[in-house]
């Protein structure tokens, strides 16, 4: 078996920084990767969207750079970019070994003077920015908004994963730049966030930069994490309209939070039931009966929680009542007799696979800085890369079938049908009307 | 150690040494040319054959054909079933891709090194003996008719054909791989395996092999695996070449439109054929281009951004193929603002041609961030196959990447601006819109770009 790591040094500064070096010297490049420990989780009723909101700011000056981040560093070659999920806020930017410093420098005084940066001006037109990614993004996309229909079902409305990340519109028009400050004193200072720096550059020099730049920052108070809980008694069917051609049925559930007992299981089971020609659902749905164009399962793993979703859209002329009882069908039978000895074999193949897939790039989204960032903040170590790959490693026939007959009920569940507009008949027999917006 | 200057922004030190991928050649007895490229840093290689011939080799009346051809290679080989195939990558981890482009298609496995042998027998089986069975045929092609239609609902997709079909009409390069309904309902399993034999033939292709092997150990896999390949293709018809065909001369309309009823947002297309991939004026073209649009901090994403907010982004770019190729300025605007971005978008696009030329300032960013960060490129052994496919299908020599940052550098004011008036002529440009018709149609008329011409979402 091929071993596989993920090496790194980890050392917390005094005011709460934690800073992760990893050495790769394959190509004259640096990732510097930061985390901030928050996302729209941490958002409340009315104020969704702000987190994000937030995050496109941070790319329009800080006091000491007061114009727009991407410059100096474009200038210098590097690549960057930012996302706001539910849980965290990342930052990152790949750049050539000789910008390192100006990439450091860069980083922490945004950290450390956001503020006297921000104006009303650059406020109000990120906030449309923000209104018009939200257009593009979910309501001009077909089945864009389907996510929000099943969030909103799946959660209390007091739950922050009941919300999307982007926010609601209302609530993105509503925002106050006032709001901002508050928001920075709270969760942007060194003791919410993690550094990595990964590629070409010694470690011990990593650490002195990341003194030099971030050291003297004052470390903030950390925010007190979020508690929220939710549960669901009953299926719940909904139906929702939209410009599509075609109707779509979505199976939603709750499911263990990341790194939880069964997390990785699901993740196994969304694989065999839904990711190639030889998956279950593929096989029989797409492949063999041709009543679903696609079919696709993923278990999103997330800090308070997880959902499992399942989604298969009808080839023309096929039902969603076919579809759906067909899927409930392979369910049951996975319940009763677990995945072949075949399935899990093919299973643990990709999942090592991918794992060293994920050693090829130092820097962006998924690279190995942000990996160990993910570790470290939701976990507290970043060492977690081969404990992480083991997880599967150790899944067995059992523990799969257990972990979906736990989780994958009927009776604990959301099904919307996204139907095409005046359509209503399409829809699974006894559902709600949603609507969205 | 603390204690930071804030008072000015680091200086960045001088580019670091970087050794670009070193190509080894081969040509294979049956005339396969084979290049190979040592790249250690993870145990995986990439197998990556490129084939002549795209979507660019469809007939007018089988748009979509190629692209089948290509859907064919994994459903089967000898004794494996479509299933069987995708078991059998599965069990390799393999990540297997396929790239359907105008002037070539490329199929590749990405697999763990010690699958190398594996992998690569396998990629010669689905690629040169594909089993062309009629039932795998029509699912294919019906999921290719079902997507088709799926298509339709989104507006970025409804722009890329209607957009390419404005700047080409009915030349080789004016449709999408996925081509037309009725074009797709017209293809057999015969032109399909036609197509295949035509197209697929070993002195017509190139094998890149990159990954944690030597040289000689990748050229032996290569040999094993597809050595066999026999030249069958040479006596059939010759794949068309949509390169050697030139765009009709006819001027398409200065503005179209694709309605779509109520629509959040006008998806937009603005730009003319301009040039061929080769020319050497490539270098201008992008700096010129990375200034314009092509980068977070060009002038069209500031104004239409981070100044106007009409937009959550726009870009310029060239839809690069080997005959002449679209220079196309691409966003998603907010509907009420749709005329206003027009307008300055092509604004942006007359000012860099004669009253705002690039500034020192603005020349030194564009150069800096295609030069700088250039390495970055050659991380992945995925990335370095498709760059070295990239020199065969361009033709460019194997020196190319050690010269892009000197021939980049080059470029100074002057060329920038030259390249400006030659390949971006305003007054030729076509805007497309799919957006919602009634409720922009009185703010087009100020653009003075004439009556829109309104297209049918399908092509």
Known sequence: MTSIDLPYTKRTLANGLDVIVHEDHHVPIVAVNIWYHVGSKNERPGRTGFAHLFEHLMFEGSEHHNTGFFPPLQQAGALLNGSTNTDRTNYWAVVPTSAIDRALWMESDRMGYLLPAVTRERFETQRDVVLNERRQNYENRPYGMAIMAITSALYPPDHPYSWMTIGSADDIRAMQLEDVQAFFRTYYHPSNASLVLAGDIDTPRAFDLAEQYFGDLPPGTRPVPVIAAASLAREQRLVMEDRVELPRVYIAWLSPAMFAPDDAELDLVADLMANGKTSRLYRTLVYERRIALDVSAHQHSRELGSFFLLAATAAPGQSLAEIYAEIDAELDRHSAMGPTDDEMERALAQAEAQFIYRLQTVGGFGGKSDQLNAYNVLLGNPGFFTADLDRYRRATHDSVRSAAARHLRRDARVVLSVIPRGQNALALAGSEPVTVS | ?459
Do not use: C
């Not at chain 2, 009409?169 to 295949?196: E, N």
């Open chain 2, 1 to 459: 150690m603390t204690g930071v200057d804030r008072s000015r922004l680091p200086a960045v030190g001088p580019d670091p040494a970087f050794s670009f991928p070193e190509i080894a050649r081969h040509t294979l007895s049956n005339g396969l040319e084979v290049r190979t490229v040592e790249h250690a840093s993870v145990p995986l290689l990439t197998i990556l054959l490129q084939v002549e011939g795209g979507s660019g080799a469809d007939a007018s009346d089988r748009e979509g054909l190629a692209a089948i051809v290509a859907d064919m290679v994994d459903e089967g080989t000898g004794a494996l079933s479509a299933i069987d195939v995708s078991d059998a990558m599965a069990r390799i981890g393999a990540d297997y891709d396929v790239d359907v482009s105008p002037d070539v298609m490329s199929f590749s496995i990405t697999t763990l090194a010690r699958f190398a042998t594996r992998g690569a027998s396998l990629l010669a089986d689905m690629t040169t003996k594909p089993s062309m069975r009629e039932t795998d045929f029509t699912r294919v092609r019906q999921m290719r008719l079902d997507r088709l239609k799926q298509l339709k609902d989104l507006p970025p997709a409804v722009a890329e054909r209607a957009f390419l079909r404005l700047m080409y009409a009915q030349h080789p390069y004016g449709h999408v791989p996925i081509g037309s309904d009725t074009a797709l309902k017209r293809i057999s399993l015969d032109d399909t395996s036609a197509l295949h034999s035509a197209m697929f033939r070993p002195s017509h292709a190139t094998l890149v092999m990159t990954g944690a092997l030597s040289h000689q150990e990748m050229l032996e896999i290569a040999k094993s695996a597809f050595g066999e390949w026999a030249d069958v293709g040479a006596r059939g018809t010759p794949v068309q070449r949509a390169s050697a065909i030139e765009p009709s001369e006819m001027a398409p309309p200065r503005l179209a439109i694709v309605p779509r009823e109520a629509a959040a947002q006008s998806e937009l297309r603005i730009g003319h054929l301009s040039a061929r991939r080769n020319t050497p004026d490539y270098p201008a073209l992008l700096v010129m281009n990375a200034l314009l649009g092509g980068q977070f901090v060009s002038r069209i994403n500031l104004k239409l951004r981070e100044e106007k907010a009409y937009t959550y982004g726009a870009r310029t770019g060239f839809d690069w193929r080997r005959g002449l190729s679209p220079f196309v300025l691409q966003a998603s605007v907010h509907t009420a603002s749709t005329a206003d971005a027009i307008a300055d978008a092509i604004a942006e696009i007359e000012g860099l041609r004669d009253s705002r030329p690039p500034t020192q300032d603005e020349l030194v960013l564009a150069k800096a961030s295609l030069t700088r960060g250039y390495p970055r490129n050659f991380e992945t052994a995925q990335q370095v196959a498709r760059s070295v496919a990239q020199l065969a299908l361009y033709d460019l020599p194997d020196s190319y990447f050690a010269e892009f940052v000197p021939k980049v550098n080059a470029i100074g004011e002057d060329d920038v601006t030259r390249a400006a008036m030659q390949y971006l002529v305003p007054e030729k440009m076509s805007t497309l819109i799919v957006g919602d018709h009634s409720a922009i149609a009185d703010s087009l008329d100020t653009l003075g770009l004439g009556t829109p011409r309104v297209l049918p979402p399908e092509l």
